[in-house]
């Protein structure tokens, strides 16, 4: 049996990942550096994640023979490297980067995507995040 302290040094030693699910407010004040980046505005990059992840940062779908990661469910066959699948590695990154708190690696990664593939890539753009995109303003900011 292990005992406390032991616990409490693992605990230390292997801090839990760092996730979170974020509130509209908070990913548009997070995301607000690529409002209009590629044409693509801060509402449709909301919109976009709320229906991919959720806005949850651990949000994994395994799709097709393929897994999609975090928020912006970045994908290991084409834009980072985990351990199931060999991978182009476009974004030069270990997938499960895409899973804590720290968006800058999804942003950039998610721009990326986007130089390369258009806003498309994120399927629910074109049926549910083109237009009518109120609902996603903070009032907020």
Not at 83 to 111: E, G, P, R, Y
Request: aromatic share 10%; hydrophobic share 35%; net charge negative.
């Amino acid at each position: 049996m292990m005992s406390f302290a032991s616990l409490l040094l693992v605990g230390i030693l292997f801090p839990a990942l760092q996730a979170k699910e974020f509130t509209k407010c908070e990913l548009s004040q997070v995301l607000k550096d690529m409002d209009g980046y590629g044409g693509v505005t801060l509402p449709e990059w909301i919109c976009n994640i709320f229906h991919v992840s959720g806005f949850d940062t651990q949000t994994i779908v395994n799709n097709n023979g393929k897994t999609e990661y975090g928020l912006f469910q970045i994908n290991n066959k084409l834009w980072c490297r985990d351990n199931q699948i060999q991978s182009k590695n476009i974004c030069d990154i270990s997938c499960d980067k895409f899973l804590d708190d720290d968006l800058t690696d999804d942003m950039k990664c998610a721009k990326k995507i986007l130089d390369s593939e258009g806003i498309d890539y994120w399927l629910p753009h074109k049926p549910l995040c083109s237009e009518k995109l109120e609902q996603w303003l903070c009032e907020k900011l």
